[in-house]
């Protein structure tokens, strides 16, 4: 068991309220209730004492961005914390797919033919089958993954159709130098013509923006647990 001290304790718990009374107001402006916003808490390569100051202020969703790290704290805190959901937040292998599929919750990042496949694949195996979002490169950036916007709608029809994949929503990560609000607004749209009710989207630095534009899931690491240390 993690010794958290007292000041890390309070810091994220003063943290995690502060984002919380965020997304209420944000979604009050919007006229939405803001239950029907979920914070997920993205735990990447944070000190496992922020983690579980986290579980202990009553946070139970959690955003991993890669599968060994996850492995490495997640199966020992869920044993000891209750009701904890997790997304896969990061690019997925498909030599990790196995995984995966026997660890979280949620995939929010099914972007490529080869992985849908691999992963209806993998669920028929251990039978189980987490949730799927197609992740939407709506920036178009080269160094990010996700399905372009022109591939979206063929490529969502694939994932239901052709591999039967559980899919519920849709994910972006938009542009660091743009305005958020037309990535948030693209992949509104695109869920729309789908009937795909949940959309991730939105971060630290807007995830207030993204709820007034619909977000259902709201990714949030830095302002909840702090600086990232990547040493």
Same mark, same amino acid.
């Given at each position: ?11 994220? @718990? ?6 919380? /009374?965020?997304?209420? @107001? ?14 997920? /808490? ?11 100051? @986290? ?7 959690? +955003? ?7 492995? +490495? ?9 209750? +009701?904890?959901?997790?997304?896969? $937040?990061?690019?997925?292998?498909t ?31 251990? *039978? ?10 709506t ?6 993954? *996700?399905?372009l916007? @022109?591939?979206?709608?063929a ?6 159709g052709?591999? +039967? ?7 972006? $990560? ?15 749209? $695109? ?32 302002? $909840? ?7």
């Amino acid at each position: 068991m993690t010794d958290v001290p007292a000041e890390v304790a309070a810091e994220v @718990a003063d943290n995690l309220a502060d984002v919380r /009374a965020r997304i209420a @107001a944000a979604a009050a402006e919007a006229e939405r209730d803001p239950a029907a916003v979920t914070l997920i /808490a993205v735990g990447k390569v944070q000190p496992l004492e922020r983690v579980e100051a @986290a579980l202990a202020a009553g946070q139970r969703v959690f +955003g991993e961005n890669r599968v060994q790290e996850a492995q +490495g704290k997640w199966p020992d805190l869920r044993a000891r914390y209750p +009701g904890v959901e997790l997304h896969l $937040i990061g690019p997925l292998q498909t030599n990790k797919v196995r995984e995966a599929v026997a660890l979280f919750d949620v995939v929010q990042t099914v972007d490529r033919p080869k992985l849908a496949a691999e992963l209806a694949r993998e669920m028929a195996k251990q *039978g189980r089958r987490p949730d799927c979002y197609v992740q939407v490169n709506t920036g178009e950036e080269p160094q990010k993954a *996700g399905v372009l916007p @022109a591939d979206a709608d063929a490529f969502v029809e694939a994932c239901r159709g052709e591999h +039967g994949l559980p899919v519920v929503g849709l994910m972006c $990560i938009p542009p660091a130098d743009q305005d958020p609000a037309l990535h948030f607004a693209l992949l509104r749209e $695109i869920a729309k013509r789908h009937g795909l009710e949940r959309l991730s989207m939105g971060m630290s630095g807007d995830y207030e923006l993204a709820v007034r534009l619909g977000a259902t899931h709201v990714r949030v690491g830095t302002a $909840i647990f702090g600086a990232r240390d990547y040493k």
